[in-house]
């Protein structure tokens, strides 16, 4: 709950300096029943090619093939000479849903005709991803994050800001590190066809920039929520249901050899897997357990609906009641403070771990995110 003092205007620039427009993320304040989360609707998809071109359809779209027991697939082969990396110094913000919003308005249109009704009847639009940074919040220790609030035609955008500390990180890389980020994407090259009856193609070059989204509708407490996440593929049975329960989301995690390292696995790999696979309706993660030379030597299926019961043995473990009423809050928040309606203006939330949530507003500034082309064309 927003701690807002009687009285006291929102300031209108700079930085809020005595911190009393702020919110805690501390677990305690969160522990109460489950919020309503209705069950996430698949609206639409869309598709980034080898060159991250959009494309309002699936076509990159992938089938999941099951490998064997221990399939023993090396995910280091062709780091050196069959990758293409995605440029992540291009930052897209929410272009590409924003592109995705106006190729299907129709589908969004508001209930009323009233100039009050909201235009999109939506609440908030932003990507999974910063969702699940709000969701696994209360307990996340190391990293901190900013997230860009506009609100325009009544509508909440929301997108993040890269911190300084993660600008760091990136450019201090190891290349130990840097080549343990292409181990997951060899995974899915392993065990994802292109066609429904086809087969994996491990020889052939993996290209980072291709993703598949699947873009979703549902509301969290009184939040209306449209989001969009990448799918990494579907079950390949024409029997399946349908989208977002037939996808499948991969994962690889070094393998778990003592009672610490399950430990750790439960109470902090899981959290991240939980939560964002929960947000977009997803049902299960298939992962690669991997050795220290990227060699997968195991592999296991995690229900999500499974997950919170596996971790309740765990001593002060997470809880997903916690996460999602926390997301709630956060969101409640911004609606009570992000009050002009002006693409120009930009609210901007900081959090660090051990801190408050607290927010700067910005007008006309660099970290405007709205283009000119979404704005035009929503006006017109
Ligand atoms: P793993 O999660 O198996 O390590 P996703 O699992 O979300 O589909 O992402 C696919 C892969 O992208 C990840 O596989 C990892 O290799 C890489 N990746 C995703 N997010 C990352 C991040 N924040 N930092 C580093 N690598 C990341
Ligand atoms: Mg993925
Ligand atoms: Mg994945």
């Not at 491990?202 to 993703?211: K, Q, R, S």
């Not at 390292?261 to 299960?284: D, E, I, T």
Request: with cysteine.
């Amino acid at each position: 709950r927003p701690n807002r003092p009687q009285n006291q205007s929102v300031p209108s620039r700079g930085q809020n300096p005595d911190s009393s427009l702020s919110l805690s993320t501390r677990r305690e304040l969160y522990e109460r029943d489950f919020p309503v989360y209705k069950q996430p609707v698949e609206v639409g998809c869309f598709s980034l090619d080898s060159e991250r071109r959009f494309f309002n359809d699936g076509r990159q779209m992938r089938y999941y093939v099951e490998p064997d027991r221990s399939p023993n697939f090396d995910l280091r082969d062709g780091y050196k000479d069959r990758f293409i990396k995605r440029d992540d110094s291009v930052k897209e913000k929410l272009d590409h849903m924003l592109r995705w919003i106006l190729a299907n308005r129709s589908k969004l249109s508001a209930r009323g005709t009233t100039a009050s009704s909201c235009d999109l009847d939506i609440d908030f639009v932003t990507w999974r991803g910063h969702l699940t940074k709000l969701l696994t919040a209360p307990y996340e220790t190391r990293e901190g994050w900013q997230l860009a609030v506009t609100r325009f035609r009544g509508t909440l955008y929301i997108s993040e800001v890269e911190t300084e500390a993660a600008r760091r990180d990136q450019e201090n890389r190891t290349e130990r590190h840097e080549e343990m980020m292409y181990w997951g994407y060899k995974f899915e090259q392993y065990t994802c066809a292109d066609t429904v009856h086809g087969q994996p193609d491990p020889g052939g070059v993996l290209n980072t920039n291709e993703a598949f989204c699947t873009v979703v509708q549902t509301r969290l407490a009184d939040h209306r929520l449209l989001f969009s996440g990448e799918v990494d593929c579907r079950d390949k049975d024409p029997n399946a249901p349908a989208a977002p329960a037939c996808y499948i989301e991969l994962k690889t995690s070094a393998e778990i050899c003592t009672p610490k390292q399950r430990s750790n696995f439960h109470r902090f790999k899981l959290l991240k897997w939980w939560a964002q696979s929960f947000l977009p309706g997803v049902p299960r993660v298939v992962a690669g357990f991997r050795d220290e030379e990227g060699v997968v030597v195991a592999m296991e299926t995690f229900p999500i609906s499974k997950i919170s019961h596996l971790i309740k043995n765990e001593h002060n473990c997470w809880k997903p009641t916690v996460c999602m009423n926390f997301c709630s809050d956060f969101l409640s928040f911004v609606k009570h403070i992000a009050t002009e309606d002006n693409p120009s203006v930009v609210y901007l939330l900081s959090w660090e771990p051990r801190r408050d949530v607290t927010f700067s507003v910005h007008r006309d500034s660099p970290y405007c995110f709205l283009p000119h082309w979404f704005v035009e064309e929503m006006t017109s």
